[in-house]
């Protein structure tokens, strides 16, 4: 277990060390925890396919509802985070208490109205979600445990984003890959071993949920120099809902319309067949997978961006900005000409009974893959506005991938070219959201760049 810094030596270590060495190290835990959680994602993806192409299609279909229930945990956690990092970088520490508190306790509260809701209604929503006849079935059976975790998962965001927003990342990767391994495990124990099937891939889930909450909230109020979850601090006030919900917005924006747009993919995928919703289901996740990498070694950046912006470090911000974006653009550029050479190869592995499965996939993954050093732009530009606090900016971004461009997208491409519009419509997306971010931050930078030299003119002054 490593040593817990006190609050001083974290405050010095966010707006000293040198970005470069900062980043890596804070990113490092947090690439871990996303890489172990893709991988859990696959492990179900993976393991439910051995049943059968229907119940591969479930998995699909309630992907879309588990990336609402993240969605609320992200918009909380990376909320609050941000609100906690720009508090902690201007020494005001009760406000960062009252913003964890506040989101911990909302997002436990959502997640039992959803779990009990869910449960209730949970045959229309399978269909809502986009399910066929022969799909709805084991969709039902693995929501009905998805569901029950619903709390649980929506807490476990929260607390990770509290942990990671004050430069605790390995405490929060600690709690996210021990989940994410106990789930690994239990998916083929429960499914094959015990004879459980799609319910048992459910049943690991929510294990693993489970036990994510308990170490990540021993993290919280047990290791020295983290902010304590306290319900005294719960703060459920206009002012500090504003303040997180500016800040969270655009994570809602990006993972809620990417469960809007999860559900439009199974209808436009839905006439081509269980295969293509299988299919499309498969190169989701694996995409997914990549980004994680990318996603967590942004977070690395968002704590540092969050620090130095509160403690008017404008130089830092933009130093750690463009600093990222090239180890970015290098990365998923090279996971994306590995993983095109062997495009065929990895759709197989999740369904090699099905040709058609196979066919669909390869092509979608494929066409995808082209667009990985643009989808590296893209995040940069979103983590930068967002730590920031550039609420409404960041959420133009995060709803360009998945709604404002790729919900239009599978409503016409398919119409116009059929299966291939359907494969067609993320890479198109992706495009233009290259377009409109570059056009957004083009205008921030400007901003931090006067901001910095005006900071410096001060310094000097003085």
């Known amino acids: 277990m490593p040593r817990a810094m006190t609050k001083e030596e974290k405050y010095r270590q966010m707006i000293e060390t040198p970005v470069q060495k900062l980043i890596p190290r804070l990113a490092v835990p947090t690439i871990i925890s996303m890489l172990v959680t893709s991988i859990y994602n696959m492990a179900d993806t993976f393991f439910v396919s051995q049943i059968g192409t229907s119940a591969s299609g479930a998995v699909g279909v309630m992907f879309s509802a588990m990336a609402m229930i993240q969605a609320i945990g992200f918009t909380l956690g990376m909320g609050s985070g941000n ?69 649980f998962m929506i807490t476990s965001f929260v607390m990770n984003n509290i942990l ?4 605790n990342a390995v405490f929060a990767m600690i709690g996210i890959t021990a989940g994410g391994i106990l ?20 049943i690991a889930t929510m294990a693993s949920q489970m036990v994510s909450f308990v170490i990540l909230l021993y993290q919280c109020n047990r290791q020295k120099g983290c902010i304590s979850i306290r319900l005294g601090k719960f703060t459920p006030t206009l002012k500090m809902y504003g303040e997180i919900l500016h800040a969270g917005l655009p994570s809602f924006c990006r993972q809620g319309l990417a469960s809007v747009a999860t559900v439009a993919l199974n209808f436009a995928a839905g006439p081509y067949g269980d295969a293509a919703i299988a299919a499309m289901s498969i190169v989701s996740r694996f995409m997914m997978f990549i980004n994680s990498s990318l996603i967590g070694f942004g977070q690395g950046f968002q704590p540092v961006c969050g620090f130095n912006f509160g403690a008017r470090r404008y130089d830092r911000v933009l130093g750690a900005f463009w600093f990222c974006v090239k180890v970015a653009v290098v990365m998923l550029s090279g996971f994306g000409i590995a993983a095109f050479a062997f495009s065929r190869p990895i759709i197989t592995v999740f369904r090699r009974e099905d040709a058609e499965v196979i066919r669909i996939g390869t092509r979608a993954l494929r066409l995808q893959l082209i667009t990985m050093p643009f989808q590296a732009w893209v995040i940069m530009v979103n983590m930068l506005t967002q730590s920031i606090g550039y609420g409404f ?26 299966l291939l519009g359907l494969q067609i419509s993320q890479p198109t997306a992706d495009m ?31």
């Open 164 to 167: 990671r927003a004050q430069g």
């Open 183 to 202: 789930n690994m495990f239990l998916d083929p124990v429960l499914i094959f071993g015990f004879g459980m099937g799609i319910s048992g891939a459910a």
């Open 393 to 418: 900016r960041a959420s133009l971004v995060a709803m360009g991938r998945q709604g404002l461009f790729l919900i239009p997208a599978l409503l016409i491409l398919p119409e116009a070219w059929g």
């Open 83 to 151: 609100y906690i990092s720009r508090s902690l970088g201007s020494r005001d520490e009760e406000t960062a208490s009252q913003s964890a508190a506040t989101a911990f306790f909302t997002g436990g509260i959502i997640g039992i109205v959803i779990a009990v809701a869910g449960t209730i209604f949970s045959r229309p929503l399978v269909y809502l979600l986009g399910a066929t006849d022969t799909i709805a079935p084991f969709a039902r059976d693995y929501a009905r445990y998805i569901l029950i975790a619903a709390p």
């Open 432 to 462: 233009l959201t290259f377009v409109l971010a570059t056009g957004i931050v083009a205008g921030i930078l400007k901003e931090l760049g006067q901001m910095r030299d005006e900071e410096r003119r001060e310094t000097f002054q003085n």
